[in-house]
């Protein structure tokens, strides 16, 4: 399992589908990246945008493509 830049809880255990509200369009996540891509989403409601650009950076070095999918 690869390092996660904040703790969070990996609730799935198989790749999920995950699609960006905004464009449409979708990518498959592993259960590690699916949870940091929540625990994002989670923090931007609350203004913690500490996380998100945690969650950020980290997708940019580990899923460059999710990230331009979801977050760019």
């Known amino acids: 399992m690869r390092d ?7 609730l ?3 790749p999920v589908k995950v699609t960006n509200l905004y ?3 979708s990518i498959i996540l ?3 990246a ?3 891509y929540d625990t ?3 923090a931007e409601l609350i203004e913690d945008y500490i996380t998100v650009e945690a969650g ?3 997708f940019i070095a580990n899923e ?5 999918v979801l977050l760019d």
């Open 4 to 10: 996660l830049p904040f703790e969070c809880e990996i």
């Open 56 to 58: 950020v950076e980290w």
């Open 64 to 68: 460059p493509k999710a990230y331009m």
């Open 12 to 14: 799935d255990k198989e």
């Open 30 to 32: 592993r259960p590690d």
């Open 23 to 25: 464009s449409g369009e």
């Open 34 to 36: 699916a949870a940091v």
């Open 40 to 42: 994002i989403k989670g």
